[in-house]
């Protein structure tokens, strides 16, 4: 199984701010199935990037997804009041999937 | 309008079992990869399990193997997740989802809104 290691935990940053999300990956993980989401309370989580670096549909270009093998980076460009949410990276592959246990992006 | 709409959740005695439902609505169900995830309380993001358009390819997390089924109805346009011999660390918001799977790339594209399991 790979495991996804999610850093930092919790991201206090103050909204216009740039927002730098980890996610490391036990093992190479192929780019075309890593995964981002959005998550926030009483809600389903939201698809952001898919292919490592693809904006799903809708999601505003501030979301930018990079990285490649076992290390993949979301950044938020500039903070928005509507991105304060808990974000996780996804992998897919070899008949199995997980998620990283997520990074809480809280409002400084 | 694309939607997932789950059902069947509720509190159960361990030992005991549960069949969650996704009835899919405004999109070609029959053609999609389909996955159920869950979340414990307090807890991140769980993958449970995929199922192939054909209702045939399965997989599971080592956790749930010979306990919970994920099956389809591509007629009734409908996912399922049959739970047997439930325990108390099954207690979770259970979502089905949508998987977006191309040569571009992979993710699950649309959810639920989930249905609670209790196991206690």
């Known amino acids: 199984e790979i495991v996804l290691t999610q850093s930092p935990g919790t991201l206090s940053l103050s909204p216009g701010e740039r927002a730098t999300l980890s996610c490391r990956a036990s093992?190479?993980?192929?780019?075309?199935?890593l995964a981002w989401y959005q998550h926030k309370p009483g809600q389903a989580p939201r698809l952001l990037i898919y292919?490592?670096?693809s904006r799903a549909t809708g999601i505003p270009d501030r979301f930018i997804g990079s990285g490649s093998g076992t290390d993949f980076t979301l950044t938020i460009s500039r903070l928005e009041p509507e991105d304060f949410a808990v974000y996780y990276c996804?992998?897919?592959?070899?008949?199995?999937?997980?998620f990283g246990q997520g990074t809480k992006v809280e409002i400084k | 309008e694309v939607q997932l709409v789950e059902s069947g959740g509720g509190l159960v005695q361990p030992g005991g079992s549960l069949r969650l439902s996704c009835a899919a609505s405004?999109?070609?169900?029959?053609?999609?990869?389909m996955s159920w995830v869950r979340q414990a309380p307090g807890k991140g993001l769980e993958w449970v399990a995929n199922?192939?358009?054909?209702?045939?390819?399965?997989y599971y997390v080592d956790s749930v193997k010979g306990r919970l089924t994920i099956s389809r109805d591509n007629a009734k346009t409908a996912l399922y997740l049959q739970m047997n011999s439930l325990r108390a660390e099954d207690t979770a918001l259970y979502y089905c989802?949508?998987?977006?799977?191309?040569?571009?790339?992979?993710?699950?594209?649309?959810w639920g809104q989930g249905t609670t399991v209790t196991v206690s």
């Open positions: 292919g490592a670096s």
């Open positions: 996804q992998q897919y592959g070899s008949s199995s999937s997980t």
């Open positions: 093992q190479t993980v192929t780019s075309s199935y």
């Open positions: 405004g999109f070609t169900f029959s053609t999609y990869w």
């Open positions: 989802a949508r998987i977006y799977h191309s040569s571009s790339g992979y993710g699950m594209d649309v």
């Open positions: 199922i192939k358009q054909d209702g045939i390819e399965k």
